[in-house]
């Protein structure tokens, strides 16, 4: 079987099961991430080369560097595909596919996966609902959609991952004055209405255009309130056959249908208006979910989709057919928070239903499972009362690295 050879770029410590399943289908690894990231846990015993970008900022690399180092690795090894593990690296490894002519998802679709601005235009072109928006180039636009769209309104980065960098407004001088602390970078932001109401999101897999898995599941506590308020982060899995399920999987399918996604994994967010219960589209992305949200989707499926996108992406590489199997039908319950201990005790949230216990530095995280939807919520009631009254610790917006 000849060996592919695929460059996994990533800025953040994630997509173990990805390179480990790709090595194990016969394929090398070559692993391009951040210089502070090197002596993470990365499957090594799957990755035959590794380079390290310095970063400028947070996430930010130089990417005349990482084009200069890119056509050094091309002139000894043949690049199959090129694959980015976080929502940072879209925009990286699509700015590679172009520049090298690389098979993959190019600079115009990925804006619809990375720019918030541009998912929302081609929303709208596509008749689906997305709270009322606009860009903030020109004081004058920005004024006429504040007199029409009654506050509070979002101020959000057009290119941030998660709710980083978000703010709500509540007035047309705090609104200016916001926009005038942003100075050149005001082009970066977009404004938006805030929609009340509950957030859903939908994980997925799609083969040849055709959307081959989909989860759909509830925050209960979204990652804007906890990026911004500190707690809880949690989320449970909607039953395949209730109406939720349905709506999401519908909506989903014109979103990534109208978005021109052909293969790969995404993560998509949606809103259910509490005034008029319509779904509204939030914003998308052309990857596994953050936040552990992976684990949630596997405990209720059986399907691990860092591995299913592996096999895609093999498939793809090989003109091979590819098949997943039927997913499972459990609930599945996740909940994350910030502690004050580097581990935290499991040993008094352990229960039939607790299926795994998530290793992270200054977090507790549990994932559960069970036939009944009941007992998952009763289970996510119970541990986040006791890490409130217990072990919560709370950090300043910006310190958070939940992303989902």
């Known amino acids: ?23 194990k289908l016969g394929n090398k690894i070559i692993l391009v991430t951040s210089e502070n ?16 970008m310095p970063e400028l ?12 180092g890119f056509s050094h690795l091309m002139k000894t090894r043949k690049i199959d595909a090129v694959v980015a593990l976080d929502d940072y690296d879209v925009e990286k490894a699509a700015l590679i596919r172009e520049t090298f002519r690389i098979p993959g998802m190019g600079q115009t679709t990925h804006r619809y996966f990375r720019d918030k601005l541009a998912m929302r235009q081609k929303a709208k072109e596509s008749d689906i609902n997305v709270p009322e928006f606009t860009a903030v180039f020109n004081d004058d636009i920005v004024n006429d959609f504040v007199d029409r769209t009654p506050p509070p309104w979002v101020l959000k980065p057009r290119s941030e991952a998660s709710a980083s960098g978000i703010k709500k407004i509540t007035s047309k001088e705090q609104l200016f004055e916001a926009l005038d602390t942003l100075g050149e970078e005001r082009h970066l932001f977009l404004l938006e209405s805030f929609k009340p109401g509950d957030v859903y999101h939908v994980d997925s897999l799609t083969f040849h255009k055709e959307i081959v898995f989909t989860s759909a599941s509830r925050y209960l506590a979204p990652p804007m309130q906890v990026s ?9 899995t ?21 978005f021109g996604l052909i293969n790969g994994a995404t993560h998509t967010e949606f809103i259910r208006g509490k005034e008029d219960g319509k779904w509204y589209f939030l ?13 949630l989707v596997e405990a209720s499926s059986g399907i691990n989709i860092w591995r299913e996108w592996a096999r895609i992406e093999d498939a793809l590489l090989r003109g091979k057919s590819y098949h997943i199997s039927p997913p499972a039908g459990y609930y599945s319950g996740l909940i994350v928070a910030l502690i004050k201990d580097r581990e935290p005790d499991y040993s008094q949230f352990e229960c039939e239903e607790a299926v795994k216990f998530l290793p992270i530095d200054y977090h507790v995280g549990i994932v559960y499972k069970s036939p009944d939807a ?14 409130h009254t217990e072990m919560l610790n709370i950090l300043p917006p910006k310190s958070s690295k939940l992303s989902s």
Request: glycine share 6%; net charge negative; proline share 3%.
């Open 1 to 23: 079987m000849e060996e592919k050879i695929i460059v996994c770029i990533s800025c953040y410590y994630k997509g173990y099961d990805f390179m480990d399943e790709m090595k």
């Open 37 to 52: 990231l090197k002596e993470k846990n990365w499957p090594w015993h799957a990755i035959e080369e590794a380079y390290y």
């Open 57 to 68: 900022k947070p996430s930010v690399w130089n990417l005349e560097h990482l084009i200069q």
């Open 228 to 236: 911004h308020e500190g707690g809880v982060f949690r989320s449970k």
């Open 238 to 258: 909607l039953g395949r056959d209730s109406e939720e399920f349905k709506a999401l999987e519908e909506v989903n399918t014109r979103v990534l249908s109208g």
């Open 283 to 295: 914003e998308t992305s052309s990857r596994v979910g953050g936040a552990h949200i992976p684990d």
């Open 374 to 387: 009941d007992i998952i919520q009763e289970r996510l009631d119970s541990a986040a009362k006791k890490i």
